[in-house]
């Protein structure tokens, strides 16, 4: 178990060239069960009209305390931004817009599903993933023709009968898998839970930025409402009107 003291969160956002630290804003937004995880970006009447993004430029957002931050965001400009746009934001979008544009055409002999979701990724250009280790039979012929890496990746669970799930986090792609935590954070009523909700099936819980904590990551939350522990099912960074950075966690 650990706690954290959550005061005055400092972030940084780099978009293609740029690198900011102020007059920007953004609210990022994280679930395993939709297609991707999104991120939107706005600049202040200071950079409005001075920006100028390309299409599938990178994105990283870090967040942290005391100048220690790491990324709570990964992802790829879905369109270009400038001046001449209609629309005064950036969206990005993570990296599964790579599995989309990106075909698949082959032939593939005495197979594994990790075989093929390991060519699936080197062909979309992922470097970084992690496959179930799960043991599965072996497929002597599996033929594919012109689908895209998204769709071969529901081909392979149809070929195995498998429900295997899917995403990335932080530009790293997870199959069959779940990241590695090694330690569970502790929220407490009176102490760093602003807000704490029911709504839609969901607790909800509002915070102060915490960039350690994602979905799929297990929580101890101390609350007059709940106490025990509980898996985050969503998860969103974002900049408040205030322009403070707070965290959204749903479980």
Known sequence: MKTEELFYPDFLVVVGPYVLQRGVTFACYSDPETPYDWCKIKFTEEFQGSIQ????AEVEIYAGYAGKLQPIYKGIVEKPY????AKDEILAKDFSIKLTTVKVSN?????????????????AGIAEYELSKEVFPIKPVVSVIQKPVVDFLKEINFLWQLDIKNYF?????????????KEVYIFEYGANIISLTRGSGYWVMLTACVPFIGHSQMIEVNHPYINGEYKVKRASHFVNEDGWLRTKLWF
């Open 107 to 123: 032939t593939f002999l005495d197979v594994t599903p990790q075989e093929l979701v390991q060519f699936g990724l080197q062909k």
């Open 169 to 181: 986090q932080l530009g790293k792609f997870f199959w069959g898998i779940e990241p590695e935590q």
């Open 82 to 85: 400038n001046m001449a746009g």
């Open 53 to 56: 993004v390309d299409a599938k």
